[in-house]
């Protein structure tokens, strides 16, 4: 085990090391938009044929434009971080049409996500971009209510089940976040609605052709789209989610917080197959990506490949490993590691645990 120090040291010219792949480059991106975004819309238009023949069909067809949607969303969170194209006007303009088939409002969605990556790992800023995470202390000190409830929000069914309905359905659909400075996306997150209602109504209208039955269009344009976006919101939500819940892990006060061990340790390398890589827009490598989200996805497996130091202090984890932290619910400030409400009993707090739980508990938005 390295010390913080180590980690430090080896990786003190780690900005150098990025620099040669934190430069977007226009025709991989285009390359990238071409091989991802014409198999969903010919996937797309296949499954609104497949409905007239079959509906199981249609549904496999959807399942399937549903990971290329993912691949989308990544597209779009790139243009977010102004990592996708070498300029901001040809970022927002594709992240904003990407966001059309997400149902993502695009700048909303970019700045909270960019203050979860300022922010990851720092106990004292959990209330944007990330799911609710108490310390043990915090928990203990909860009412018995308190406990019930942050169990349940911490629960299988609702994290991976019903939590990615809400944050498709109603989380991006009403601007939560009210702090002061964030008029302009609450506005263009209400106006994201609108655009999405007639881009949907308008996708209503061609599903209705040639008969021109509009119950009929909108009915087969819900059952073709709906499994599209549950995909893969579905699959968004395991990965980006996964990627923070690991052991070991890194999570300090502002005080103490650095940035770096917040991206390599705070962060994981998720090792996966070829497939979903290309259909995950090399997320795995989130490590890489919360120490310089300006390199686009198309060059993070590079990035790593040439650069085993990054790999050197990272968490490796695969998807059968990862299974089980899907159940870590607190952090153990103590001894420093993510723990399940089953280990509760094991966990000693200091009776001088002001420090500990100094952060008032507050839900994130």
Known sequence: MYTEEQIIDDLKNWKSLIKPYAKPEKKLARKNVINTFAPFVLLVVAAAFGYEYSIWLSLFLSVCAGLFLTRIFIIQHD?????????????DRTGFIMSLF?????KYWARSHNHHHAHQGQLDTRTIGDVTLLTVAEFQELSQWGKIKYRLYRSFPVMFILGPLYY???????????LKGWDKERKLLLHTNFYLLGFFL????????PSFDLLYGFKKLAIVYIPVLL????????????????????????????YLLAAIKGSSYYKLPGIVNFFTGNIGFHHLHHLAPKIPFYKLKKCSVENPIFQKHVSVITFWSSLKYAFYTLWDEENGRMIRFSQLKKVKVPADNSRQSRMPVRKVV
Do not use: E
Not at 102 to 106: D, M
Not at 168 to 178: C, G, K, M, Q, S
């Open 79 to 91: 243009c977010g971080h102004q990592s996708f194209f070498p300029d901001k006007k040809a970022n």
């Open 102 to 106: 997400t149902c993502i409002p695009y």
């Open 168 to 178: 498709l359905f109603i989380h991006n659909r009403f601007p939560f976040i009210t």
């Open 202 to 209: 308008l996708l209503g209208v061609l599903m209705s052709i």
């Open 231 to 258: 995909t893969f919101v579905f699959t968004a939500i395991w990965f980006f989610y996964m990627q923070h819940q690991h052991n070991p892990n890194y999570k300090a006060w502002k005080q103490d917080w650095k």
